[in-house]
């Protein structure tokens, strides 16, 4: 039996939204001031707010400070979402939705903007300093290096990183940019990229096809970070603390699915640029995930896995990363691990990646939270698994810290559910039932249903033009197949006419900022602090850079709160030009809907 198209989308989407079935083709006419006010608001940023192009997260109205995921230099490139990155995919699906030319020029200047600041070896860092390198070390033995909390700005490896999707989501926007108008300086900028991506592939063992957290590997690379010689004298006995299995940036990482965003990136390549060698690489990665799933009765996954045998622990074992990510499973990758076996079924027909779902559910189903952990700690509500579980005890282990700053404080894990972490949540929200359900619809599928999502799929060798937009959904690996259903939000008149009547006359739209940050005053002081002022907020003393909600900052003096101070923001601009974009596709796009080649 052939499958529908809705049958299929229910089937080849990890995350079902409202789908627009006609266009409203007299919309324009109807509210002529929508596309005119997304002009506006796409030349400020560009002409105003952009440096060269690039972008960062936040910036108050008169550029006097501007943020990134830290406080960050006029001159940088932030590429984090939702950075240069998330403002180009937006600029382009604008393009896309109006056919005006204007988004397209800017799209392409934040495309090179990108091509700027990729690293030679072909991928690129979380941020990137126009001002150049020295101006960037500056930056890192400054900001990044007082940012208690942000362990991964302390140290500058001048290598690319495959963390939070910077990489990808900059690769996607080149080959988006490429695919447009064949631009060479893209081109050139895309092939760099997606040699680095293949180069980087782990080779050999039970590691083979996954991805490290950076590459090329860097020797000075830290391998611990500090105790502090005094401690407090409340500090628990038992506890566990540091990066426990060493320089975490070669483990093989599922954190935020690195390897789901390279899968997605080169099945796009494949599809698009008629690679069927890429075929190898993906198989290989779809692999590692699945050979990495830990024996029953705890059979889930961790942030990362050692690539190699080390410490006399084998090869594809659990490991630690920062001082807050101990060595231990983890609820929410197990989670988005399955849904990852679940893409790599419909992708390739292959049973084999439905066969230990049953454990991993099973397993999250034996350490859920608590009463009493919800009870005695805030922080849990809503949450229904801890983020960490022990190996072999299957207990929960939660992370704290103790001082003030980078200097004199530092983390440490146990079993004590109180006082956690506010900065990386201590319980995630996981929902077996889903995973279960899925599993259940997929492992039904008939021969016959199974052959037509292989046929569609974009590993069959069929050429499958990206999805038109990025912005308002971004897409999941199921929207690459053939005739996979396009997935814009629904958006009124009436919201998109707010939406554009809330720029007023500053052609952008200002919104509370989610964080501040403390000025770099000098390195952080090691005198002892045994309080727990610190203990559960985002930012430590007055030398810790690391951003927080002035509105409840810690209880301690000269902390009071405080107003969060307006500002514009690239996530704001993403989110409400995504809905301007799906309003405008409606009319511009009609009654097509779906990835069939055009």
Same mark, same amino acid.
């Given at each position: ?105 800017? &799209? ?42 942000? /362990? ?27 695919? /447009? ?32 957290? =950076? ?15 005094? =401690? ?51 198989? =290989? ?5 699945? =050979? ?6 705890? &059979? ?77 700690? !805030? ?30 404080? &530092? ?63 971004? !897409? ?123």
């Amino acid at each position: 039996m052939s499958l529908t198209r809705r049958s299929f989308g229910l089937l080849a989407t990890a995350v079902p939204v409202a789908v627009l079935v006609g266009g409203h083709q007299t919309v324009q006419a109807a509210v002529p001031g929508i596309p005119a006010a997304m002009r506006r608001a796409a030349a400020f940023f560009d002409e105003q707010l952009s440096y060269r192009g690039a972008y960062v997260w936040s910036y108050l109205p008169d550029l006097s400070q501007t943020w990134g995921e830290m406080a960050a230099n006029r001159t940088m490139c932030w590429v984090q979402p939702p950075g240069t990155p998330s403002i180009g995919h937006s600029l382009l699906d604008a393009y896309h939705a109006t056919g005006d030319e204007s988004f397209y020029r800017a &799209a392409s200047r934040t495309g090179l903007a990108l091509a700027a600041a990729q690293l030679p070896v072909g991928g690129w860092n979380y941020v990137h300093d126009f001002a150049g390198t020295k101006s960037l070390r500056g930056w890192y033995d400054t900001v990044g290096a007082n940012g208690w909390r942000l /362990e991964e700005f302390q140290h500058y490896y001048g290598n690319a990183t495959f963390d939070d999707a910077g990489t990808s989501s900059a690769a996607q926007l080149i080959l988006r940019l490429y695919l /447009e108008r064949g631009d060479h300086r893209f081109g050139a900028a895309l092939d760099r990229a997606l040699r680095f991506v293949v180069r980087a592939q782990i080779r050999g063992g039970i590691a083979d096809g996954g991805w490290p957290q =950076r590459f090329p590997r860097f020797e000075g690379a830290v391998k611990d970070t500090p105790w502090p010689e005094v =401690r407090p004298p409340w500090l628990p006995a038992g506890i566990r603390h540091g990066m426990e299995d060493g320089d975490y940036t070669g483990h093989v990482t599922f954190n935020d699915d690195v390897l789901g965003e390279n899968i997605k990136f080169l099945l796009m390549c494949m599809s698009t640029l008629d690679k069927p060698g890429l075929a190898g690489p993906i198989r =290989r990665a779809m692999d590692c995930l699945r =050979r990495l799933q830990q024996p029953g009765p705890q &059979a889930g996954w961790a942030l990362q896995h050692l690539a190699r045998a080390s410490g006399g622990r084998p090869a594809g074992a659990p490991a630690g990363a920062r001082s807050y990510e101990p060595r231990a499973l983890a609820t929410h990758t197990t989670q988005t691990n399955v849904q990852q076996l679940f893409h790599y079924f419909r992708l390739t027909g292959d049973r084999v990646f439905l066969d230990r779902v049953p454990e991993a559910i099973a397993w999250l189903d034996s350490c859920p939270l608590t009463a009493r952990q919800h009870a005695e700690n !805030p922080l849990l509500a809503g949450r229904t698994h801890p983020t960490f579980v022990d190996l072999e005890t299957n207990r929960a282990r939660f992370v704290h810290r103790f001082g003030s700053n980078v200097r004199n404080g &530092a983390y440490y894990t146990d079993n004590d559910h109180r006082a956690t972490l506010s900065h990386y949540s201590g319980g995630r929200v996981i929902d077996t039932a889903a995973l279960r359900a899925t599993y259940e619809q997929l492992r039904a599928l008939t021969p016959a249903q199974v052959a037509d999502l292989k046929a569609r799929s974009p590993l069959s060798g069929v050429a499958v033009p990206l999805p038109r937009y990025f912005t308002p959904r971004e !897409p999941q690996l199921g929207d690459l197949f053939l005739g996979a259903p396009s997935q814009l939000p629904v958006v009124s008149d009436a919201e998109a006419k707010a939406l554009a009547d809330g720029l007023g006359g500053n052609d952008y739209w200002l919104t509370p900022a989610d964080a501040i940050t403390n000025p770099y005053r000098g390195p952080s002081p090691a005198t002892p602090y045994a309080g727990k002022a610190y203990m559960s907020k985002h930012v430590g003393d007055l030398y810790d850079t690391s951003p927080y909600d002035p509105l409840t900052p810690p209880e301690e003096p000269p902390y009071r709160p405080k107003e969060r101070p307006p500002v514009i923001s690239t996530g704001t601009y993403v989110a409400n030009m995504g809905k301007l974009i799906s309003w405008a596709a409606a009319g511009a796009d009609g009654a097509s809907r779906t990835n069939e080649p055009r």
